[in-house]
């Protein structure tokens, strides 16, 4: 099955669960920062959608309360929003490292553990 979309916001929510584990709405609703939070049934009914797209699940019921957990992996969704990214550059990585180096978002030590990666996907192939 493929993996869903995961938008802006349902990534907050996600980073939530994921920082927090199994937790109820409210508690995810309150553990986002103060300025700008969002209503309880704003983040429920994100909490819903992310439910139907099977990225988390129920696991338990506490009095009202639904208890939620991550279906999906912090890396699995990484992994598919870097690939949509890379979509928009028909696939190549080329364009944006240029940038994160021009820009001087890219440090040397992002780019030595990028080469050791490389070195070690070389080494299986």
Known sequence: MP?????RFELEL????????QCSVREIQEA??????????TV???????????????VKKIGNAH??????SKKSVYRRLIDDFLDLFGGSAQPMM??????????????????KTL???EKKS
Request: glycine residues 4%.
């Open 98 to 115: 240029a940038q994160l180096l021009e820009s001087g978002k890219l440090s040397l030590a992002d780019f030595k553990a990028a080469e």
């Open 119 to 121: 070195r070690d996907a």
């Open 44 to 58: 429920q009914t994100m909490i819903y959608r992310l439910e139907e797209k099977k990225a988390v699940r129920r």
């Open 32 to 41: 986002l920062p103060d300025r700008d939070r969002p209503a309880y049934t």
């Open 14 to 21: 996600m980073e939530q669960l994921w920082k927090l584990g």
């Open 67 to 72: 208890v939620f957990e991550a279906v999906l």
């Open 3 to 7: 993996q869903p979309k995961i938008s």
